[in-house]
């Protein structure tokens, strides 16, 4: 069935240090690619996206890479700040953009040390 | 705009009790989306609606929990009777394309 695997679990990082979570997804319709950030008790709230169409997007200090051959994809945060600190959701898209389902992965906590 | 509104934000019950989940989407949207989130099982989805029809329940866990949708501004997730293995945290998320889902706040739900 559908799945997406997200690695690592958690991470932890000295601040100004990068941070790489990734991700790999099993259907191969799938065309859009959302992270997600959640910070302690509050709701899961989308700081970048990418579609099939696109292998790169920037925003700011967060990258977003994808490479469908290959089925993942790839959140970068540069100059980690300990306000980056949170649990980190990645999701494909169920087959292609027609049913509007998300498939979500396991989350992945990181921590930036002061 | 207030973004997708949930009530309560906090419930706690006695197992054996109904319990009633309400969910305002964004105006316009029309996805509707539920899930669960624990710690064990992560974010799940339960179920989604399109223009206030269900489309995929698979994800209700069993016939204690049901959903409404009576019309484009108002979502129910009811759960009956319920059990303490129910605790956790309901988001409601909604879309106004396919794909780019907002959540509420969310409802934390404790079943003693």
Known sequence: GENVEQHPSTLSVQEGDSAVIKCTYSDSA??????????????????IDIRSNV???KDQRIAVTLNKTAKHFSLHITETQPEDSAVYFCAASS????????????????QVKP | DAGVIQS????????????????????????????????????????????????????MPEDRFS?????????????????PRDSAVYFCASSPILDT??????TRLTVL
């Open chain 2, 67 to 83: 959903a409404k949708m009576p019309n484009a501004s108002f979502s129910t997730l009811k759960i009956q009777p319920s059990e």
């Open chain 2, 8 to 59: 309560p934000r906090h419930e706690v019950t006695e197992m054996g009790q109904e319990v009633t989940l309400r969910c305002k989407p964004i105006s316009g949207h029309d996805y509707l989306f539920w899930y669960r989130q624990t710690m064990m099982r992560g974010l799940e989805l339960l179920i989604y609606f399109n223009n206030n029809v269900p489309i995929d329940d698979s994800g």
């Open chain 1, 55 to 57: 292998g790169e997007k």
């Open chain 1, 30 to 47: 799938s065309n859009y690619f959302p992270w997600y950030k959640q910070e302690l008790g509050k709701r899961p709230q989308l700081i």
């Open chain 1, 95 to 110: 087959g292609s953009s027609n049913t509007g389902k998300l498939i979500f992965g396991q989350g992945t906590t990181l």
């Open chain 2, 101 to 106: 889902q907002y959540f509420g706040p969310g």
